[in-house]
C-alpha cells in the first residue's frame, strides 16, 4: 500500500498496545483529517528483545469495537500511518540523542507503566541511556538546550499518560531534582521551567491488545498478516490539565476528537474512580456471591444492573463536583462499556486488592452521602457487607481465590468463626480496621448496624435473593 511519511514532530517514550491504541491512534487521524501533519518516533525505554515495529515500516492495524450511540455494534479498522519509526534506546542511544537536534520537534508523550514515573537517586547523567524514565527524558531535554543554545522556542509539550496522580507534575519534579543530582546549568533549569510545558493527564480507554484468540480470523477477513495488530474498546477519554493553546495545537476545532483541554483534572479523575471504577469494585462480591462471572453478565442482568444503576444514579453522582448532565452522560456510557460485546472483563481480575479499591472508590461517597443526608447509602453498604462475605473465601459451593496484602487475609482468617457465631463483632472488627480505612468507620453512625443485618441477610439469603425482592415489582 502507499505510505505516507509524516515529519517527526513527536517522540513517543513507550510502544505498547496503549499508545498505540489511544495516541497514535488519535494522531492518525488528526494527520488525516487536519493539517496537524505529525510523525511519530517510538522509543522503546526498556532493554527487551521483542521485535520492532520497523519490521513493518511503523505500519500496524487498530481495531476498536464496542457500542455506539445508537447501542449497535460496531468495529471501525484502520491501518495506523502515523509512526514513523522505532528507536530501541538501549542499542540506538546516539540515535535517540539526535532526536532532541530535530527543530520540528513539539511534542513528547509517554506510558513508560505506573512504575515509570519514580526518582531513583543514583541514576547516573553518564549512563547512556539513564536507567530511569525521568532520567533518559532529563538527558534529552538537556541535549536539546545545549543544541539550540537555550533558544525559548525549542521547548516542548511533555505529555505522560501514566495512571499516576498528577504525572506530568510528578514528571517535572523528577526532571529538575535530576537537574540538581547532576549539577546542570541553573540556566537550564530555568529553560526547563519557562519554555517547556508539563501537563498531567487522566487516560480512559480499555485496551484489549493483540487479539491471539481471535488473530487468524481475523487476519483472514483483513487479507493479510499483522504481528502488531492491536483492538480496543469503542469508547476513549483523553483529558489535559493544560494551557488552551493546546486546544489549536491539536487541531481540536477542526476533528472533534473526545480530548478535553482543563485548568484541573481532578474532577475528572474522582468522576472515573467513582463511577467507572466503583461500578465495578461494587460489583465484584454482590454478583460473584451470585455465581456470575464477567462485568457483562451483571449489566446483562435486570436485577444487577438495576443494583449497579441505583448506585450510580442516587448514591454516587449526587455527591460528585461535576454538573449532574455531564455525570449522568458519562455513567451512561460506563454501562454502555460494560455491554461492550467484545471484552470478557471477568470479576476476579476486577477482585485484587478489592478492599483498597473499596477504600479509595466508594468509601468516600459512603462517607459524603452519610454526612449529607443523616442515612446510609444502601448499594454501597450492601457491597461493603458482600465484600466481607466474599472475603470469608467460601460461600456456599463457592471457593473464592482471594488476591490481596497477607496481613488482610490473615485477619479474615483469624475472625472465621464468628460468621458463624457474632456477625456484629466481625463487622465491628472489619469497619475498625483504620490502618486500612484511615478512619474507625464505627464512628459513621448506625453503620455498623446496618452493615451486620445485611451481612446475616447474605449469609442467609445471598445477594441474588435480596436484589431481587428489592428491585422485582
Not at 458482600?386 to 497477607?406: Q, S
Request: with cysteine; proline share 4%.
Amino acid at each position: 500500500m502507499v505510505t505516507k511519511q509524516y515529519p517527526e514532530k513527536i517522540l513517543q517514550f513507550g510502544e505498547g498496545n496503549f499508545l498505540r491504541a489511544f495516541i497514535d491512534w488519535m494522531v492518525d487521524q488528526l494527520n488525516e483529517k487536519t493539517d496537524f501533519n505529525s510523525g511519530i518516533t517510538l522509543v522503546r525505554p526498556i532493554d527487551s528483545a521483542h521485535p520492532s515495529i520497523n519490521k513493518q515500516d511503523g505500519l500496524y492495524t487498530a481495531i476498536t469495537r464496542g457500542l455506539n450511540e445508537q447501542q449497535q455494534q460496531v468495529a471501525d479498522i484502520r491501518i495506523i500511518n502515523s509512526v514513523n519509526r522505532e528507536i530501541l534506546i538501549y542499542s540506538e542511544y546516539d540515535e535517540f540523542i539526535k532526536c532532541a537536534e530535530n527543530p520540528e520537534l513539539q511534542w513528547i508523550f509517554s506510558n513508560t507503566t505506573e512504575a515509570g514515573i519514580v526518582y531513583h537517586h543514583d541514576v547516573c547523567f553518564e549512563e547512556k541511556p539513564a536507567k530511569s524514565f525521568p532520567g533518559k527524558l532529563t538527558q534529552f531535554l538537556f541535549h536539546r538546550y545545549q543544541y539550540f543554545k537555550g533558544d525559548k522556542d525549542k521547548g516542548l509539550f511533555i505529555i505522560p499518560c501514566e495512571l499516576i496522580d498528577y504525572n506530568g507534575e510528578k514528571l517535572k519534579e523528577f526532571v529538575l531534582q535530576h537537574a540538581q543530582d547532576w549539577d546542570l546549568p541553573d540556566e537550564f533549569v530555568t529553560w526547563l521551567n519557562e519554555h517547556n510545558t508539563f501537563c498531567s493527564t487522566l487516560v480512559d480507554r480499555i485496551v484489549t491488545g493483540y487479539p491471539k484468540n481471535e488473530i487468524k480470523k481475523l487476519e483472514s477477513e483483513l487479507g493479510y498478516k499483522d504481528d502488531f495488530l492491536v483492538t480496543a474498546e469503542y469508547f476513549y477519554l483523553f483529558v489535559i490539565q493544560g494551557p488552551k493553546i493546546l486546544e489549536e495545537k491539536l487541531k481540536l476545532n477542526s476533528l472533534p476528537l473526545n480530548i478535553k483541554i482543563v485548568d484541573d483534572i481532578k474532577p475528572y479523575k474522582e468522576r472515573k474512580v467513582a463511577i467507572l471504577n466503583g461500578a465495578h469494585t461494587s460489583m465484584v462480591p454482590v454478583a460473584y456471591l451470585a455465581g456470575i462471572k464477567t462485568v457483562r453478565e451483571v449489566t446483562s442482568n435486570p436485577t444487577f444492573l438495576a443494583y449497579v444503576n441505583e448506585l450510580i444514579t442516587h448514591e454516587v453522582i449526587p455527591v460528585l463536583s461535576q454538573q449532574p448532565s455531564e455525570l449522568n452522560q458519562f455513567a451512561a456510557d460506563v454501562i454502555d462499556r460494560f455491554n461492550n460485546p467484545y471484552i470478557e472483563h471477568e470479576l476476579l481480575s476486577i477482585s485484587l486488592n478489592s478492599l483498597t479499591k473499596f477504600k479509595t472508590r466508594l468509601l468516600p461517597q459512603l462517607i459524603s452521602y452519610s454526612q449529607q443526608r443523616n442515612a446510609i447509602p444502601y448499594c454501597i453498604s450492601f457491597s461493603l457487607a458482600a465484600l466481607i462475605v466474599f472475603y470469608r473465601g467460601k460461600f456456599n459451593h463457592l471457593t473464592i481465590p482471594l488476591k490481596d496484602d497477607e496481613y488482610l487475609l490473615e485477619r479474615f482468617k483469624v475472625w472465621d468463626e464468628l460468621y458463624d457465631t457474632d456477625i456484629t463483632q466481625l463487622t465491628y472488627n472489619v469497619l475498625a480496621m483504620s490502618d486500612l480505612w484511615e478512619i474507625d468507620l464505627n464512628q459513621i453512625d448506625s453503620l455498623t448496624e446496618d452493615i451486620a443485618l445485611k451481612v446475616t441477610h447474605i449469609l442467609r439469603s445471598g445477594t441474588q435473593a435480596i436484589l431481587e425482592a428489592r428491585y422485582t415489582k
